[in-house]
């Protein structure tokens, strides 16, 4: 099982992105994929949620309203769509998978398989 986080990149402040999950020997439509980041110096710290089935998306607080994830099950793809991006928002960011279908809160600790990670760049 690989996951692999792409899409990141330099951006100025207020601009957007758009980060995108993919895998091999695995399928993301039955699984709840998470998004982290981890900035330089700092924890790594949960993003967002989408889960499988409900594809009800949730973000933490800090990037709620600015930041969506969505998924597109044809294409084995999981998104996370950033807009109105601020330099705090600079982190490597990676997405994951516990298993199970349904999001159960942002807790690394929990994931079962990682992404390497895509760089974001927020800056001027």
């Known amino acids: 099982v690989q996951l692999q986080a792409s899409g990141g990149g330099l951006v100025q402040p207020g601009g957007s992105l758009r980060l995108s999950c993919t895998a091999s020997g695995f399928i993301l439509d039955y699984y709840a994929i998470y998004w982290f980041r981890q900035a330089p110096g700092k924890e790594r710290e949960g993003v967002s949620c989408i889960s499988s089935t409900i594809g009800n998306p949730f973000a933490t607080d800090s990037v709620k309203g600015r930041f969506t994830a969505s998924r597109d099950n044809a294409k084995n793809t999981v998104y996370l769509q950033m807009n109105n991006l601020e330099p705090e928002n600079t982190a490597i960011y990676y997405c994951?998978?516990?298993?199970?279908?349904?999001?159960?809160?942002?807790?690394?600790?929990?994931?079962?398989?990682w992404g390497k990670g895509t760089q974001v760049t927020v800056s001027s």
């Open positions: 994951a998978t516990d298993e199970t279908s349904n999001c159960r809160g942002l807790r690394d600790y929990a994931m079962i398989h």
